[in-house]
């Protein structure tokens, strides 16, 4: 213990790196941590909309097969009967909620007191051309929705009100979405009596009523997966650089390490003084990495409800655990990433303290090829399979955020048999060219070590960055190729449906969103998304690609599947649940390719009852035809262009933020350690005629090279894992260009090479004199 005191006093330079690197990764575990922990016990979602209703009636939502249950896309409301049923015995009101253009939520103006809507200025509507809207009192007087605003209030963050007459919304939304009961809950259930699936809501379950019930919920669970992908890669990169930076130090002391075997030492005996070391580092750093996440974790929690991807209500708890999982998980990171470093410090020799030679020998030892291969095999393998097997899977954020992780292991562990190789194919002019390639060829530890931040970093840019990109220009060919539709009209009303039937040589063609339910093997009840349409013009205006049956046999007792449903042979009956829960039984009339998820299965408008057009397609022999009734083939396609969500681009920037400032700490550690232990070296070329400012030019070339070096092995690994994408969205039928980021693959690599300058100058203007 004495000799490790020592040593961490003389060579606490040479550690601060690992220092900073771990304190960092335990502070970002336990920021995480205490965030994830918030989110498992934060209140449930309040009402909003009829948070002021003493009993909320609602009709079935959900469907339930046995002890399996699913929300039901299409919502049948209250059933007529029970409504009649309950308005006959006890005070009711009748709330509807119906969508209107631009956005608006209409709603009967005798619901707006329990969601807490008071006027602020005007009067509620007494006729059917009033309204009341939620906004500024300047809207008195306007027309909005084709009716006078006679009234304001102010607005909901939950939604954008229009209010009706009752009477007008009776017409414009005939369904009962809930019946608002003035009456105690127990004689209300005697009147419901057993009518299945009616239920009663009170307290905070009158949240079921409102236009999103389970948005917290929804949000918190975005959150979970961020932070827990985030902590994945902290925990990585942690490792990574502190088992780099502990190989690399010992690579440095050979010859203190030599003296020490020489003075008597064991092999076990200096082996446990590098894991003392480690131990002691990892104490100190977890403990100080615990203080900063205890800070950091407010701070997450205000960044994540900035974004909107909490609710505003989330804040962050009294937890311990997080602490205990984030401090021992630092100092395990320490002695693992330590472990190989002190074997190897074991293996060091007598002789090594005479040796003179920095050129690097037996840099690779057996057991590091061993790994490097099983782990490179593992990683093509699993990317073999989810091309072949499973190639929906490659498209999964999960999936394509973790696939990079085994490919970058695995060239970082074969780095030193492709660092030479590499640096001397490179060809640079004047003997500082010359010399900085031979210094980096030679001493292959270094080289790699310095390499390896580069590679994480360019390889997670690459990775991440251009799969997402990927996929979204797969989505958008995969649209412009199944829209063949000239015109598009987005929630068309039935004038406009009319008007478009009207125009002649049109072939016109409606669509509802609705959903169909599969028991699986009897033991999951999966709920596909489908889409209501006109059978007849569906092959018309949609380019669908079928891999087997007919577009032409889809009618009121069929249904068309994709091949991911486990059932899809053409002609075999299914037994399915419609989207308001009926129970069906439907022959498969063709089978499409799954493509990247946007399509589902598509039924006839009967088997979607109650739901209403959101969409009309239509192609007509001449466009001028229909100018102004909807958008061009263009127009809708640049609209509906697919996006980036906003917590995946948060999370990417968390990551390889978490990424980039790893690859600093590592690479300036690394670069200071090697240039402070070639203070020989240098006053070897100045004795040799060498000037200061040749000197520098020197460091700063062989920096550059390295950080090249790694920036090949990074895009090698993004490649890599693009073309896994690639070939999946082939498998998928969705054939689109694969997408590399250059951009950003250049940006990473320029941050690393300045990282790697500004470090080996900053040294060397030191170590030069």
């Given at each position: 213990m004495i000799v490790t005191l020592a040593s961490l006093r003389t060579r606490w330079a040479t550690l601060t790196g690992s220092f900073v690197a771990l304190t960092l990764g335990v502070a970002l575990l336990a920021t995480m941590g205490l965030a994830l922990a918030s989110t498992l016990d934060t209140p449930g979602q309040r009402p909003e909309r009829l948070a002021g209703a003493p009993v909320v009636v609602r009709g079935p939502d959900e469907l339930r097969v046995g002890d399996k249950h699913r929300p039901l896309a299409n919502y049948r409301g209250v059933p007529a009967g029970v409504a009649a049923r309950l308005a006959a015995a006890v005070p009711t009101v009748a709330d509807r909620s119906f969508a209107v253009r631009d956005g608006f939520t209409g709603h009967p103006w005798s619901v707006a007191r329990f969601g807490g809507y008071r006027l602020t200025a005007g009067r509620s509507p007494a006729a059917d051309g009033e309204i009341v809207v939620s906004g500024e009192p300047a809207l008195l007087g306007s027309e909005v929705q084709d009716r006078r605003v006679v009234g304001t209030v102010e607005p909901a963050g939950y939604e954008r009100a229009v209010f009706f007459t009752d009477a007008a919304a009776a017409r414009l939304s005939p369904r009962i979405d809930n019946l608002v009961v003035a009456a105690d809950p127990g004689p209300v259930r005697a009147l419901i009596g057993a009518a299945p699936g009616i239920q009663v809501l009170t307290g905070d379950e009158r949240r079921r009523a409102d236009p999103d019930p389970d948005r917290d919920a929804e949000a918190l669970m975005t959150v979970n997966a961020l932070l827990g992908t985030a902590g994945g890669i902290t925990m990585f990169v942690s490792v990574f650089v502190v088992a780099s930076t502990f190989a690399f130090a010992v690579a440095q002391r050979r010859r203190e390490l030599g003296l020490l075997r020489t003075a008597g030492a064991?092999?076990?005996?200096?082996?446990?003084?590098?894991?003392?070391?480690?131990?002691?580092?990892?104490?100190?750093?977890?403990?100080?990495?615990?203080?900063?996440?205890?800070?950091?974790?407010?701070?997450?929690?205000?960044?994540?409800?900035?974004?909107?991807?909490?609710?505003?209500?989330?804040?962050?708890?009294?937890?311990?655990?997080?602490?205990?999982?984030?401090?021992?998980?630092?100092?395990?990171?320490?002695?693992?990433?330590?472990?190989?470093?002190?074997?190897?410090?074991?293996?060091?020799?007598?002789?090594?303290?005479?040796?003179?030679?920095?050129?690097?020998?037996?840099?690779?030892?057996?057991?590091?090829?061993?790994?490097?291969?099983?782990?490179?095999?593992?990683?093509?393998?699993?990317?073999?399979?989810?091309?072949?097997?499973?190639?929906?899977?490659?498209?999964?954020?999960?999936?394509?955020?973790?696939?990079?992780?085994?490919?970058?292991?695995?060239?970082?562990?074969?780095?030193?048999?492709?660092?030479?190789?590499?640096?001397?194919?490179?060809?640079?002019?004047?003997?500082?060219?010359?010399?900085?390639?031979?210094?980096?060829?030679?001493?292959?530890?270094?080289?790699?070590?310095?390499?390896?931040?580069?590679?994480?970093?360019?390889?997670?840019?690459?990775?991440?960055?251009?799969?997402?990109?990927?996929?979204?220009?797969?989505?958008?060919?995969?649209?412009?190729?199944?829209?063949?539709?000239?015109?598009?009209?987005?929630?068309?009303?039935?004038?406009?449906?009319?008007?478009?039937?009207?125009?002649?040589?049109?072939?016109?063609?409606?669509?509802?969103?609705?959903?169909?339910?599969?028991?699986?093997?009897?033991?999951?009840?999966?709920?596909?998304?489908?889409?209501?349409?006109?059978?007849?013009?569906?092959?018309?205006?949609?380019?669908?690609?079928?891999?087997?049956?007919s577009l032409a046999e889809l009618d009121d007792s069929s249904i068309v599947v994709t091949d991911e449903w486990a059932r899809h042979t053409v002609g075999s009956r299914i037994d399915v649940w419609l989207g308001d829960g009926t129970p069906r039984t439907l022959r498969i009339a063709a089978v499409l390719a799954a493509g990247t998820g946007s399509d589902g299965a598509y039924v006839t408008q009967a088997n979607a009852p109650g739901v209403a057009p959101d969409r009309l397609e239509m192609t007509v022999p001449e466009p001028s035809l229909v100018t102004g009734l909807g958008l061009s083939r263009e127009q809708w396609l640049a609209e509906q262009a697919p996006g980036t969500g906003r917590p995946t681009r948060v999370g990417f920037l968390v990551v390889l933020g978490i990424a980039l400032l790893y690859t600093a700490i590592a690479l300036a550690n690394t670069l200071v350690m090697a240039t402070t232990g070639r203070v020989p070296e240098f006053s070897a070329l100045r004795l040799a005629g060498a000037t200061r400012g040749q000197l520098l030019r020197l460091v700063t070339v062989e920096?550059?090279?390295?950080?090249?070096?790694?920036?090949?092995?990074?895009?090698?690994?993004?490649?890599?894992?693009?073309?896994?994408?690639?070939?999946?969205?082939?498998?998928?039928?969705?054939?689109?260009?694969?997408?590399?980021?250059?951009?950003?693959?250049?940006?990473?690599?320029?941050?690393?090479?300045?990282?790697?300058?500004?470090?080996a100058l900053a040294t060397a203007v030191r170590r030069a004199r």
């Open positions: 064991t092999p076990g005996q200096v082996g446990r003084m590098v894991l003392a070391e480690a131990a002691v580092v990892g104490v100190l750093a977890s403990a100080a990495g615990c203080g900063l996440g205890a800070r950091g974790a407010p701070l997450l929690a205000r960044l994540l409800v900035d974004e909107r991807l909490a609710p505003p209500w989330f804040v962050i708890g009294a937890h311990r655990w997080p602490f205990h999982v984030a401090f021992w998980t630092g100092l395990l990171v320490a002695l693992a990433g330590a472990v190989t470093a002190a074997v190897r410090a074991g293996r060091v020799g007598p002789l090594a303290a005479l040796r003179e030679a920095a050129v690097d020998t037996g840099s690779m030892p057996p057991g590091r090829r061993i790994a490097g291969a099983v782990v490179l095999a593992t990683g093509l393998g699993l990317l073999i399979w989810r091309v072949v097997v499973e190639p929906g899977e490659a498209l999964h954020r999960k999936t394509y955020t973790t696939q990079p992780m085994l490919l970058i292991t695995a060239v970082a562990l074969l780095a030193p048999l492709v660092v030479r190789p590499l640096v001397r194919a490179v060809r640079l002019p004047g003997v500082t060219g010359l010399l900085a390639r031979e210094n980096a060829a030679a001493g292959i530890r270094r080289t790699a070590a310095m390499a390896a931040p580069v590679l994480i970093t360019v390889a997670l840019t690459g990775s991440l960055l251009g799969a997402t990109a990927t996929i979204t220009t797969a989505k958008a060919t995969e649209l412009r190729e199944r829209t063949r539709a000239d015109l598009i009209v987005e929630r068309p009303d039935a004038a406009t449906v009319a008007k478009a039937r009207a125009v002649p040589g049109a072939t016109v063609m409606t669509s509802a969103q609705t959903a169909v339910y599969v028991l699986e093997d009897g033991v999951a009840l999966v709920g596909f998304p489908a889409s209501a349409v006109d059978a007849g013009a569906l092959a018309s205006v949609r380019r669908l690609p079928v891999v087997a049956g920096a550059l090279l390295v950080v090249g070096v790694g920036a090949v092995l990074g895009v090698t690994v993004t490649l890599l894992n693009l073309a896994g994408i690639w070939a999946a969205l082939g498998r998928l039928s969705v054939w689109s260009p694969l997408v590399v980021p250059w951009q950003p693959l250049a940006g990473a690599a320029g941050a690393c090479a300045i990282i790697a300058m500004t470090a």
